[in-house]
Structure formats: C-alpha cells, structure tokens
C-alpha cells in the first residue's frame, strides 16, 4: 500500500463521497484509489486523517441509561449532561485507534458518530439471512403471547 500521495507526495487521507469511499489527497485533491466498498483495515495504517468519536442520543433513555450508570449517576442527571453539553468528543485520532476505540464503545452499547464520516467498517454487517432468522424468532415468540 501507498504510504504517499503518488502525484505530489502529499499525505493519504480516508475519504466518502457520495456512495464511494477511498483514500484521497487532500494537497492535490486527487483520489488515490476509490471504490464501492469500505475501505480496508490495511488501508488504516496510511491514512492521516484526524477522527472524532462524539458521544450522541439526546432523549435516547437507553444512552442516559448507559451514561448514569459509566458515570455513577442519576438517569436524570444524565439526561440533563445529554442536553447541556452540545459535543462529548469521547475520543480523537488516526483510524487504526478510532477503529478500536468506536468497537469498545460499540460493544458498550453507547450511540455515538464519528467525523468526518468514517469510511472503514466498525463491526461487520448483518446478513439478510441473519435478519430473516431474528425476525422469524421474534415474531415465533409475539404468537407465544398472543
């Protein structure tokens, strides 16, 4: 993998745009490589740009929920934290760490985004196969109640 720009040796960055995602320069403004598909873990290690992993769910109970009991709080005071504070960036940095960093956060059950938008994958998409058993389990169990 190309650790520099190959026109003007300027520094790679991970880039979406539109449906397609990519390593671009943003000295020269030319993409790198660009394709459909998230970029790669290997794609990591090269690319420069800075993330942020910011804390959202206002008016979400569950995420108050989470907040109260990480910071040993109240479920109110936690949505009173949700309100107030207009950004909780939770983490800042280069890719392969924000990969890392947003999985633990993922597996936490926290909502979060992350800017600029993300163009690897966090956790690996579910099958429609998958989806199809879960809401076959689902609806087995509401005819249970019903």
Known sequence: ???????????????????SYGLYCKTCGKWIYKSKELLKEEEMEV???????????????????????????????????????????????????????????????????IEPEYPYEILRKMTEEEKEKITKKILEKIKIFS
Do not use: F, P, W
């Not at 109110?76 to 633990?104: D, F, I, P």
């Open 47 to 113: 690319d420069k740009e800075e993330y942020e992993i910011i804390l959202i769910g206002e008016g979400n109970e569950k995420q108050m929920e989470h907040i109260a009991q990480m910071a040993g709080i109240n479920i109110y005071m936690a949505g009173e934290y949700l309100r107030t504070q207009k950004e909780v960036v939770l983490y800042k940095g280069n890719a392969k760490e924000t990969y890392k960093n947003a999985r633990n956060i993922t597996e936490k059950g926290l909502l979060y985004k």
């Open 1 to 19: 993998m190309e650790e520099k720009c190959s026109y003007c040796k300027g520094n790679l960055y991970g880039k979406k745009e539109g449906k």
